[in-house]
């Protein structure tokens, strides 16, 4: 597994990356960049890297607002997923109070075909 060091260096790479990517998009504007298809306007509308820029700036606030939404939304799932596990786990364990702890089913099952 990754450390924190290892996944700080990769997220640096990231930023130089795309700030030379704009960099060089920002040249191609004026007419100093090569040329090349590896730089896009401000027109881009289908690379990945140029729409996470928009959104981003601002340029997209729906799509930041259906972020915010998940994001939200998977914050409140996290949430009553670790209440409920700690739930779990204060609750007294089976067969604690003389009652017989049933039996887990066999991790394999037996499944006739035809």
């Keep these: ?3 924190g060091s290892d996944w700080l260096d990769q997220a640096k790479r990231l930023l130089d990356v795309f700030v030379q990517g704009q960099a060089a998009s920002a040249g191609s504007a004026d007419g100093a960049g090569s040329g090349t298809s590896a730089q896009h ?3 881009c509308a289908w ?3 140029c729409q996470a820029a928009a959104v981003a700036r601002g340029d997209r606030p729906e799509v930041s ?3 915010a939404d998940l994001l939200t939304t998977s914050a409140n799932a996290l949430r009553t997923l670790a209440e409920s596990v700690e739930s779990a786990g204060q609750t007294a364990p089976a067969g604690t109070d003389d009652t017989p702890v049933p039996e887990p089913p066999p991790a394999v099952q037996r ?3 035809a």
């Design 111 to 113: 499944i006739e075909i």
């Design 65 to 67: 607002a259906a972020l």
């Design 47 to 49: 690379c990945p890297l």
């Design 41 to 43: 306007g401000a027109d």
């Design 1 to 3: 597994m990754s450390t």
